[in-house]
């Protein structure tokens, strides 16, 4: 992923974690940023403990962890 776009995606993650509590909730506030931003098809996994094997675009993925939280932003 591009520098700009990890940043967003970071800042929109720090966000996430002050206005729920929920990672569902999380996730889904993520993903409205992403497809506003960047246009549709992204998608947004947030957890303490999950594993992944996913395919995705080019330049098109980002992975961190925030405090206990994993977040997984990718567009297939």
Do not use: R
């Not at 800042?11 to 996730?27: C, G, I, P, R, V």
């Not at 996913?54 to 990718?74: D, T, W």
């Amino acid at each position: 992923m591009p520098e700009e776009m990890q940043e967003k995606a970071i800042k929109y993650a720090e966000d996430s974690l002050k206005k729920f509590n929920l990672e569902q909730e999380m996730a889904a506030y993520i993903k409205k940023q992403f497809d506003k931003k960047y246009e549709n098809s992204w998608h947004v996994v947030v957890g303490k403990n999950y594993s992944s094997f996913v395919s995705a675009e080019e330049n098109n993925l980002a992975y961190f962890q925030i405090g206990q939280f994993n977040f997984l932003i990718f567009k297939a």
